[in-house]
């Protein structure tokens, strides 16, 4: 068994991985927002503390990161620049080893591995949701790149001189496409939630049920919100969707041209919306997607879930060096 731990912006999951990809023991909890790096690491610590019996440890994390140290600097956990998560990790459970990678690169290897992508050897993985991250596999092998960050698609530039990044530039797909985002945007041009769209929120998950029981009301405005009422048939909240999958196509398109890749899987929050986002992406795909090769891609939802990101991280580990060489 592996210790699996998926460190987001949003919310931190751990469980148990089996050697045959199966997910036991889920836990979640919510990300703290505006913490410092220290209370981030407690909040981890609380995450995992109930777990023993296993043999290694996998970790997704939001990047940029130093890899294969382990050193992470996600983009939407600021209170994590440069942090150690590897060394502290493997401080916590010293003779096992710790395996740290970025979260999207994990959802690819998940979709790889036990997914969508499974007997296909090129592929690009990304996650959808509080960022926009890929990760990249050609040869059946997965492709770090000088430093562990290949595959990172949110940095493509889909609208020259667009919207601010958190990266330092304008324009990233990250900046247009991200669940935040997607919702100022659609705030900008006038949208509020619907009542009928409000989600409430216990420990990190949601529901759409209502308030009853332990749950209370969300009153962050989030993208799982937007896509709500967006299947409801909000002009506003369905043209914020579009303007994503716009953004997802261009950038696509420029992928497959540059690695010939056979699918690409979408996973994260707004993967979750269908036609309402694939729709969009389809279309500026294949306008742009015009050379012969390219037009053999595949696009589609993540197999996995909510769970791709802890089969990945786990994978790290049970997938021999298809997917982890230092």
Same mark, same amino acid.
């Given at each position: 068994m592996i210790l699996a731990i998926d460190v987001g912006g949003t919310k931190m999951a751990a469980a148990l991985v089996a050697p045959d990809g199966a997910v036991r023991r889920t836990r979640r909890l919510a990300t703290p927002q505006d913490a410092d790096a220290e209370t981030l690491w407690k909040t981890l610590l609380t995450l995992i503390e109930p777990y023993d019996g296993f043999g290694g440890v996998g970790v997704g994390c939001g990047g940029p990161m130093a890899w294969p140290s382990g050193e992470v600097s996600p983009l939407n956990i600021p209170g994590w620049r440069g942090f150690p998560l590897g060394e502290r990790l493997a401080a916590r459970f010293p003779g096992k080893p710790v395996r740290v990678h970025n979260d999207a690169i994990c959802l690819a290897v998940?979709? &790889?591995?036990? !997914? &969508?992508g499974r007997g296909r050897a090129n592929m690009l993985g990304m996650v959808v949701s509080t960022g926009v991250g890929g990760g990249l596999i050609l040869g059946d092998r997965l492709v770090n790149g000088g430093t562990g960050n290949a595959g990172h698609i949110g940095h493509v530039i889909v609208e020259p001189g667009g919207p601010p990044c958190g990266c330092g530039g304008h324009g990233c797909l990250e900046a247009v496409a991200r669940g935040p985002a997607l919702v100022?945007? $659609? =705030? !900008? =041009? @006038?949208? *509020?939630?619907?009542r009928e769209g409000r989600l409430w929120v216990q420990? @990190?998950?949601? *529901? =759409?049920?209502? +308030? +009853? !029981?332990?749950?209370?009301? /969300?009153?962050? *405005?989030? @993208? =799982?919100?937007?896509? $709500? /009422? +967006?299947r409801r048939g909000d002009p506003i909240a369905r043209a914020a969707l579009a303007r994503a999958g716009d953004a997802l196509g261009l950038a696509i398109a420029s992928a497959t041209h540059l690695c010939d890749l056979d699918v690409v899987t979408i996973g994260g929050g707004l993967a979750q919306s269908g036609a309402l986002l694939f729709g969009p992406l389809e279309r500026t795909l294949r306008e742009h997607a015009r050379m012969d090769f390219a037009r053999r891609l595949s696009v589609v939802p993540a197999l996995l879930g909510q769970d791709? !990101?802890?089969? @990945? +991280?786990?994978?790290l580990l049970l997938g021999g060096d298809r997917y982890w060489a230092s």
């Open positions: 998940a979709e &790889h591995w036990k !997914g &969508h100022a945007w $659609a =705030q !900008g =041009q @006038g949208w *509020t939630p619907s420990d @990190g998950s949601h *529901t =759409q049920e209502g +308030a +009853a !029981g332990p749950y209370r009301e /969300d009153r962050e *405005t989030t @993208g =799982q919100m937007l896509a $709500a /009422d +967006a791709a !990101g802890l089969v @990945g +991280a786990a994978a």
